[in-house]
């Protein structure tokens, strides 16, 4: 039995284990008098056994597969003899690698030292995977009886679920946490060992982004040129055109559904228009590319202005339509849960429709109007393949939308594409941008979350 087939035959039994922990609980309540005698209700009884069932059995489950590999690899190599075992770990690692293939028969040896370890080890996993599933579905049989045996009227069974299932909630909370703590942390680390080769002040402050570092000391460029300012530039420079594009266009959407269109017309534009979430972005880039792009060269050379065939403005207008369902789809659902009463009392003391959006609503609505703005701007800032394909990848400094310009994100793709090393800056500056934007994007957030709150004050 695989892994797959014994979590369905677990799953079962713990179905099974929930409907006699019900059953039970039933039969107790019918001889004291009805449901009312019981401390809880059935269905939590039924749920407290099948917890008892699943939850120590998927516990030893985890732990089986996460070590059974070190194990019988381990096992595998003390069984065979010690002259033909490598000392040096590397030289370990590709040995216990050939046995592995010839045990699954995707390498043949002529070693017959080789030949009997892949036996050895074959014969490991199917001991191995034997026992596991006696003890998981042991473990699980023992767990429905013990939890069965604790059915009674006075089990407080109800509080004993919900203890579970916070627990559960508290792991998965510092699940999310740890994983935010050991990204950060991550990043941290490459970035310092970035500022340990480059000055910090030469990288936030420089002016030229030029990454590219030469192999000899006599070549130009030899030790690259570091300075953000162009990338940042050209990013905020592009989200700000995009949020130029989406704010109003989804904002002024989401009124009109929510407070002017009618039922019908609301059902029918509202998927239409989130249809433009699911558009992959290279489709984007595509048409900002094929078509935007040459559109906004041929406007500019009409007007006599010098046009990149690459330029930020078509990125920009192309990423705002992107964004557009982002502001549009939050912002509706945040206007529509205003409550009707606020509504009722502007009409009640003579205002408009218009004047309650503007005045009653809107206001009402801020915080997750911000909300969604701010995720907006989070999509843009994060957005790579339309800037790729419609931008362009040169880190220029310029402030003009015609012209070509690039992106943190881009610049951290490029840096990483291919084989790098991890020990040469040109590679660790991506960790540096990375930080960088995390840093500045951390900035945004409390600038936003301080306007929430003060409007926030008012209406409350």
Known sequence: MDSTSLLSALLVVSALAYFLGLKKSRAIAGNNGGITSLHSLPGYYGT???LWCLIPALFLLAIWQFSERDVLQHMTLDSMLVSEVPADEVQRGLLINTIENISTGRLQSDSQA???AA???NELRGTSQTLRNILVLGIGLLGTFLAWLQVQAAKRARNHVETIFRVALICCSLVAIITTLGIVLSVFF??????????????????????????????????????????????????FMAMCVAVPIGLFSAIYLSEYAGQRLRNTAKPLLEILAGIPTVVYGFFAALTVAPAIREWGQSMG?????ESALAAGAVMGIMIIPFVSSLSDDVINAVPQSLRDGSYGLGATRSETIVKVVIPAALPGIVGGIL?????AIGETMIVV???????????????SVTTVTVQIVTLLVGDQEFDSPKTLAAFALGLMLFLVTLVLNAI????????REQYE
Do not use: C, K
């Open 119 to 121: 036996e050895y080890l």
């Open 190 to 239: 490459e970035a310092t060992r970035f500022f340990q080769q480059v000055p910090f002040f030469d990288f936030v402050l420089g002016l030229h982004w030029s990454p590219q570092t030469a192999i000899r000391a006599d070549q130009v460029g030899a030790s690259g040129s570091f300075g953000s300012i162009p990338l940042f530039v050209g990013t905020l420079q592009i989200s």
């Open 389 to 403: 394909m419609a931008a362009g990848l040169a880190a220029n400094l310029t402030m003009n939308p015609l012209e």
């Open 375 to 379: 995720l907006a701007v989070s999509r």
């Open 48 to 50: 407290m056994v099948a």
């Open 114 to 116: 080789h030949i009997e």
């Open 448 to 455: 936003a979350l301080w306007v929430v709150n003060r409007y």
């Open 305 to 309: 202005f010098t046009t990149s065939s």
